[in-house]
């Protein structure tokens, strides 16, 4: 089995920051792409950035140049360095990565519980 657990969320101010971790642990023989989604109440859930396994990023256009995606592929972690929070950005944010795992099976839809992040004043 492989687990991701989130961490880091939590009440900002518009304008503040955040830094959201996610731990992966578990069966895992590699780590393909990981990132974050988020789901927004009553909105579909959406990407907001990944990350390959060479360290490729890619980001919504939504919070391209606010917001940092980074992996430690030694500690099965990924993170996210979320500044210039708006409001827009209040959502539940889910950690999703493709991993293979040590019986050789991928797959791709393996997610965390989610983390809340909520900015407001």
């Known amino acids: 089995q492989v687990q991701l657990v989130e961490s880091g969320g939590g009440l900002v101010q518009p304008g503040g920051s955040l830094r959201l971790s996610c731990a992966a642990s578990?069966?895992?023989?590699?780590?393909?792409?990981i990132g974050w989604y988020r789901q927004a109440p009553g909105k579909q859930r959406e990407l907001v950035a990944t990350?390959?396994?060479?360290?490729?990023?890619n980001y919504a256009d939504s919070v391209q140049g606010r917001f940092t995606i980074s992996r430690d592929n030694a500690k099965n972690m990924v993170y996210l360095e979320m500044i210039s929070l708006k409001p827009e950005d209040t959502a539940v944010y889910y950690c999703?990565?493709?991993?293979?795992?040590?019986?050789?099976?991928?797959?791709?839809?393996?997610w965390g519980q989610g983390t809340q992040v909520t900015v407001s004043s």
């Open positions: 990350v390959t396994s060479g360290g490729r990023a």
């Open positions: 999703n990565a493709d991993v293979i795992t040590t019986q050789f099976i991928r797959r791709r839809d393996y």
């Open positions: 578990g069966t895992i023989l590699r780590i393909n792409g």
